[in-house]
């Protein structure tokens, strides 16, 4: 399935920054840092699922570029989503394998040290597939880092899904105080599950943030730091 996948260069910058065609036409952005050190992946999933938009990874990617490509800590690939294949479908995880496989075969990269992270969707997305590919990729799934999300929405859509699977894996979590979707409230009993189950979870909260991605720029900021710090 690998082969079928494609490689299309879209510019040159201090970022390596390629197009990824999946077999089922979705495309991802991918960018990695100029030079020879090989650097963790991470796996960045958008929000809005509702654009049934299958190249909206393209979007993502510059997007976070622009956010984090400057630190060089790592390199980003950013698939894409649409209502036929949510992020928590067996689809989904399928041409997400296959994407990471593919981009890890990319110079910089480095296949062995992969953190899935998301928003909105993207973060209820990166809690489902870290449990649904752990097993597949053991130890090189090093984190996840979620912003702006409500595990709340695979319980109302009876999507099978147990913070359990997550033991022993890192997990990064930041909440807006004025989140008008996802209250704050509801996150930490959320929170309160996942040390129920033995996770331990990283709490972030920001108090005057919404639910928009451009209330956590500070936040932001930090998360190169997180991933050396497990991802190294």
């Known amino acids: 399935m690998n082969s079928l996948f494609l490689l299309l260069a879209l510019s040159s910058s201090p970022l390596r920054t390629d197009t990824l065609i999946a077999p089922d036409g979705s495309a991802a952005g991918l960018w990695v840092p100029s030079g020879k050190v090989r650097h963790p992946l991470v796996i960045w999933l958008h929000g809005g699922l509702g654009a049934n938009n299958p190249a909206k990874g393209i979007a993502a990617a510059s997007n976070m570029e622009t956010t984090w490509g400057e630190s060089g800590a790592f390199a980003l690939l950013a698939p894409s989503a649409w209502p036929a294949s949510p992020w928590w479908s067996d689809e989904a995880a399928l041409r997400i394998a296959g994407f990471v496989d593919s981009a890890a075969r990319r110079p910089g990269v480095d296949g062995s040290r992969l953190v899935l992270a998301g928003v909105s969707d993207g973060g209820i997305g990166a809690l489902w597939l870290a449990a649904r590919l752990r097993g597949l990729w053991g130890k090189r799934l090093k984190g996840v880092a979620v912003w702006s999300c409500d595990p709340d929405v695979l319980v109302a859509q009876g999507i099978p899904w147990s913070p359990d699977a997550l033991k022993g894996l890192p ?52 998360f190169p730091t997180w991933t050396h710090r497990f991802a190294r």
């Open 171 to 222: 997990v990064r979590w930041t909440a807006g105080g004025r989140d008008h979707l996802f209250p704050l409230e509801r996150i930490r009993s959320w929170w309160a599950v996942f040390a129920k189950a033995g996770v331990e979870v990283e709490e972030h909260e920001d108090p005057e943030a919404d639910h928009d991605l451009s209330f956590h720029k500070k936040d932001l900021a930090l």
